[in-house]
């Protein structure tokens, strides 16, 4: 996680790993995510930078899921509203959320028709139709390159995907994959205790 531009924190760049025993595996897929001014109350928008064939994601590289769509009730998109955004959401889940979507896409509101169809396909033969997986395949090899030329060791086994949240390069430099929203929560908390602190101290001296 990084910012794109150190002058504005609303604009983040992320890497997804592809999670073990999937078509992903092995996958280091990266990512832009925005943030409105009035984030946590409005969601973010994620778009892919890596390319990625998915029922979800358009081939602009926009992502598609509920737990980024606005919390309106909207009975056509077939969503419920407990789906969708709420501020009590972190970049952490979405990013966990985003990892589950890539195994298991929503084939019935596809934002790639085309890989839907194909998605569909693969499944109902039970992995027959090599399409599906040969692309993701190839997409998946294609992002290893992009890994190593960052100097990123990608997780392959269930294991090392699991350790920790720390994802070590090749020179041993650890990317801290923290929620820097979590860490901005904790600073105002500890400001309002300050503050609160400060409030019955100027009691006590009136007194």
């Known amino acids: 996680v990084k910012l794109v531009n150190e002058e504005c924190l609303f604009e983040w760049e992320v890497a997804i790993f592809g999670p073990p025993e999937t078509l992903y595996q092995g996958g280091y897929f990266k990512a832009r995510m925005k943030f409105p001014p009035d984030y946590p109350y409005s969601p973010p928008t994620m778009k892919f930078l890596s390319k990625v064939w ?30 969708r955004w709420n501020p009590t959401q972190t970049v952490r889940t979405i990013l966990l959320s985003v990892i589950s979507l890539l195994n298991e896409p929503n084939t019935f509101s596809p934002a790639n028709v085309d890989a839907s169809v194909m998605y569909r396909r693969w499944k109902d033969s039970k992995g027959n139709d090599k399409e599906y997986e040969e692309i993701i395949k190839k997409q998946v090899l294609q992002s290893r390159e992009e890994a190593e030329k960052d100097g990123v060791v990608v997780p392959i086994t269930l294991e ?10 090749k020179d041993s430099t650890p990317i801290d994959l923290t929620d820097f929203y979590d860490d901005y929560e904790d600073d105002d908390s500890e400001l309002e ?3 609160s602190n400060k409030t019955n101290s100027s009691k006590m001296s009136e007194e």
Request: contains cysteine.
């Open 54 to 83: 998915h029922p979800n994601v358009y081939q602009s590289g926009d992502l598609c899921i509920s737990i980024l769509h606005p919390p309106i009730d909207d009975p056509q998109s077939g969503e419920m509203p407990c789906e």
């Open 160 to 169: 090392d995907y699991t350790r920790n949240s720390r994802v070590k390069r």
């Open 193 to 195: 205790d300050q503050d």
